[in-house]
T-cell receptor, first 110, second 117 residues
Framework: QKEVEQNSGPLSVPEGAIASLNCTYSDRGSQSFFWYRQYSGKSPELIMFIYSNGDKEDGRFTAQLNKASQYVSLLIRDSQPSDSATYLCAVSKSNYKLTFGKGTLLTVNP | GAVVSQHPSWVICKSGTSVKIECRSLDFQATTMFWYRQFPKQSLMLMATSNEGSKATYEQGVEKDKFLINHASLTLSTLTVTSAHPEDSSFYIC?????????????FGPGTRLTVT
């Protein structure tokens, strides 16, 4: 079982819709969870992080964490074409080393 | 805040030569930096953890004598790819960690694209 798994996509949504990105992790000792956005040819950009069970909202982005199910998700409301990118889920234990999933390619169609 | 720079942004070198990549934290001090490598259509793979003033910690399978890391100050870490070969061609990305709320957040540099001919 891979440490961090993401639905590989590609995921395609129309402009204005909600995009839902999912991630599961295998290590129950994971404590911190991150979502990064990576445009083609660029380095990852931190979008959100979450440490506690529940929801965390920041603008159009909502991260959801369920440690019992070892599941973390990212919702993007009112998706824009500029949101088209690869979204990377990353998890960390207390030693701050990040383990990345393979990423989900999101395309928002105008 | 939390800006990380890398230099150069791209480099082409001949097989057998060495290439040095610099990673700087511009507006904060980073006791810990990380070096990643990313091949096309793959995720980031951690190569090593760079700690200021001490030896780097390499991930399994990464040759420490080939990928030399120096973290001479709280704002600068360098990665030197020695005797580069075409299979070392990749996108090299550094990150710097900031402690926030009991955990560490990593901010990435813009990356260096290395092509070995």
């Amino acid at each position: 079982q891979k440490e961090v798994e993401q639905n590989s996509g590609p995921l395609s949504v129309p402009e204005g819709a909600i995009a839902s990105l999912n991630c599961t992790y295998s290590d129950r000792g994971s404590q911190s969870f991150f979502w990064y956005r990576q445009y083609s040819g660029k380095s990852p950009e931190l979008i959100m992080f979450i440490y506690s069970n529940g929801d965390k909202e920041d603008g159009r982005f909502t991260a959801q964490l369920n440690k019992a199910s070892q599941y973390v998700s990212l919702l993007i409301r009112d998706s824009q074409p500029s949101d088209s990118a690869t979204y990377l889920c990353a998890v960390s234990k207390s030693n701050y080393k990040l383990t990345f999933g393979k990423g989900t390619l999101l395309t928002v169609n105008p | 805040g939390a800006v990380v720079s890398q230099h150069p942004s791209w480099v082409i070198c001949k097989s057998g030569t060495s290439v040095k990549i610099e990673c700087r934290s511009l507006d904060f001090q980073a006791t810990t930096m990380f070096w990643y490598r990313q091949f096309p259509k793959q995720s980031l793979m951690l190569m090593a953890t760079s700690n200021e003033g001490s030896k780097a910690t390499y991930e399994q399978g990464v040759e420490k004598d080939k990928f030399l890391i120096n973290h001479a100050s709280l704002t600068l870490s360098t990665l030197t790819v020695t005797s580069a070969h075409p299979e070392d061609s990749s996108f090299y990305i550094c990150s710097a960690a900031i402690k926030a709320g009991g955990a560490y957040e990593q901010y990435f540099g813009p990356g260096t694209r290395l092509t070995v001919t």
